[in-house]
């Protein structure tokens, strides 16, 4: 088994993974494996706690190496996917050796000289980029940016209510494994989430009181995310406000967003109301979002057919469903969107994103 | 055993609970045998298939009788709980044998001639009832009511946004039942979840296809409830539209709802985004819903305070948390409620209902 990643002859774009064995960083792995080849080298980095471990990436067998800033030294392009505060301070060392940095933290979207892309929305973003750094936005508003901008595009949104169904992957490996960890221990009893407390008693005696989520989130759900901010938003909510108007470059669009966690493993869901400047029907949403190339329409309540979160998870595409044009709002239309917080909410805009810049070195 | 309810000396006003036997009879029985015992008999009443079978309700057995014009002489108010289509056929029935229907189906909630009452919000409209009946609203409607009514009453209600996150109760007995069956066929397996596909497929090799649910319900959430209306709408939005606007008196109230089912046993919860006429900031929320008696406010998300449904599961209030003023709306409050679909949802909201009634007879 090779253990270092090889340089492919004929491609001279080397790209490096900070972050590589997080649970976006295996999905990641996964997107670089199966996506077209186009890297020379791909490095693989983590935590010194996770150096040493070897993991598979284009079927090689790869070391991961520590963070450190000599592994930058030779990288084209280092897509990082880490908490805030190890984005601020390692993205700037990696733009300093020369490695165009894309962050997948909250550190540097809304700095006015960083670029926060979806490579289906504003590609052109990613060209002006003076710090060498562009952010990929967070995993809830990506979830809708495909299906959002594509609509905008043509009728120019002008408002959005939304409000979330967010996974526990969005909370890492450990909100996966918390709620696999609850429903275990609550599985067979027939009488739970019936009396207030039941759930929160049953737990206490089987797992851990640490988690990573302020409630029980099997057989709930919990309307909080991320941190708490001014006036009672959390930072998930506010993300979702100001990385949509930066991404769709609409600086007054007036969003109001409520961000709840379901249990659901993988894939955030939104239910948007979006009022667009321009009259719009269900017809022309359709039309609109049915050309858009990573967008799949699944509205056909009839026979059934809307996304939900265990029909798309693992897949790339935004999906589309509910579209009902609001009866009491002009130019309104409400609808309901899946998105892999995993894939397109995080790894796979980032790979975006890279194969964007890798194309003009 | 005594088996047949006796008629309790110094009270004339006789009850009958017709669907005795369901999700929500069940919790009647409850309701009835704990508030404040104002009844002469209490008549249990079911379909044929569940008459014979004894029940208890107040400390008492009682055997259940089948639906017959018969069960309602003598009888002074009757509470349905049945099917839309049972309703149709035998509220009428009961009214012209004396007794004062309070309806707990979709039948006559938007008919003129029937008022539709939420103690709190609109008792007097109860006083108003040519026909002899009076409904309750649905379950989803219903989990908001209280605390939205309170906010009109002050600052006067022009616009919602509504997205619901519906338990598995709403669909009755069998709701629950499978997502029980789902939950246990599905734990232990902590790979599941994480491709498209294959919880149906896990699924169809333990349980029976038939389901309450459209597409499986753990770890999932579902964007469908009640029927397919016009234009894609469905029967949950469209009542969760037409009932607020009858209950606040509000003919022009704009409102525009996305339901959605969660896995979560029994508490509806709304992420509410509500619009007034009058200016109104979180402070005048506060003042408003501590001072409404059967309103909990649960907000302070500094300490973890908000409502989730496993904490408010099976108590009788409207619990409200999360209200933030939109930062982008003028005279906009986003609120996250939650409310116990059998309790005030459906059987409390009836019983507060016939107590109204039972005070002018």
Redesign the interface.
């Known amino acids: 088994m090779s253990i270092v990643s090889r340089t492919r002859p004929g491609r001279n774009v080397n790209l490096a993974l900070i972050g590589a064995t997080g649970a976006v960083g295996s999905v990641m792995r996964d997107i670089v494996s199966t996506r077209e080849d186009i890297w020379g080298e791909i490095r693989l980095v983590a935590s010194p706690r996770s150096a040493g471990k070897v993991l598979r990436v284009r079927g090689e067998d790869v070391v991961v190496q520590a963070l450190a800033p000599e592994v930058f030294d030779g990288i084209d392009i280092a897509i990082f996917d880490v908490p805030d505060e190890v984005s601020a301070v390692w993205v700037p060392i990696a733009a300093e050796r020369g490695a165009i940095a894309i962050d997948k933290s909250g550190t540097f979207r809304m700095q006015p000289d960083v670029p926060l892309v979806v490579p289906e929305v504003n590609p052109l973003d990613a060209r002006d980029r003076p710090r060498g750094i562009i952010s990929t936005p967070n995993c809830t508003t990506l979830s809708m940016m495909a299906a959002i901008g594509a609509l905008h595009a043509e009728y120019t949104l002008t408002?959005l209510?939304v409000?979330s169904?967010q996974a526990v992957s969005g909370a890492g490996v450990a909100g996966s494994?918390r709620?696999?960890d609850e429903?275990?221990a609550?599985?067979?009893d027939?009488t739970?989430?019936?009396?207030?407390?039941?759930?929160?008693k049953a737990l206490a005696n089987k797992l851990p009181a640490e988690s990573p989520f302020?409630?029980?989130i099997a057989?709930?759900?919990?309307?909080?995310a991320g941190s708490?901010k001014d006036?009672?938003?959390?930072s998930e909510e506010l993300k979702l406000?100001n990385e949509s108007r930066k991404i769709l470059g609409i600086p007054d669009?007036?969003?109001?967003?409520?961000c709840?966690r379901?249990?659901?493993?993988?894939t955030h869901?939104l239910?948007v109301?979006a009022r667009f400047e321009r009259e719009i029907t269900?017809a022309d949403a359709h039309r609109v979002l049915e050309a858009a190339p990573t967008v799949v329409l699944m509205?056909d309540?009839?026979n059934?057919v809307?996304?939900?979160?265990?029909?798309?998870?693992?897949?790339d595409p935004t999906y589309v469903?509910?579209?009902?044009?609001?009866?009491?709002?002009p130019n309104?239309l409400?609808?309901?969107v899946c998105g892999d917080n995993l894939r397109k909410g995080a790894a796979l805009n980032a790979a975006e994103i890279a194969e964007l810049v890798a194309a003009e070195l």
Do not use: C, M
């Open positions: 408002e209510v409000a169904y494994a709620l696999y429903v275990e609550l599985a067979g027939r739970i989430g019936q009396a207030a407390g039941d759930v929160r302020p409630a029980p057989f709930n759900v919990v309307p909080w708490l006036d009672g938003w959390n406000r669009l007036k969003v109001s967003a409520t709840v379901v249990p659901v493993i993988t869901s239910a109301h269900v509205d309540p009839a059934g809307y996304p939900t979160p265990l029909d798309v998870v693992g897949t469903g509910r579209i009902r044009q609001a009866i009491d709002f309104t409400d609808l309901f």
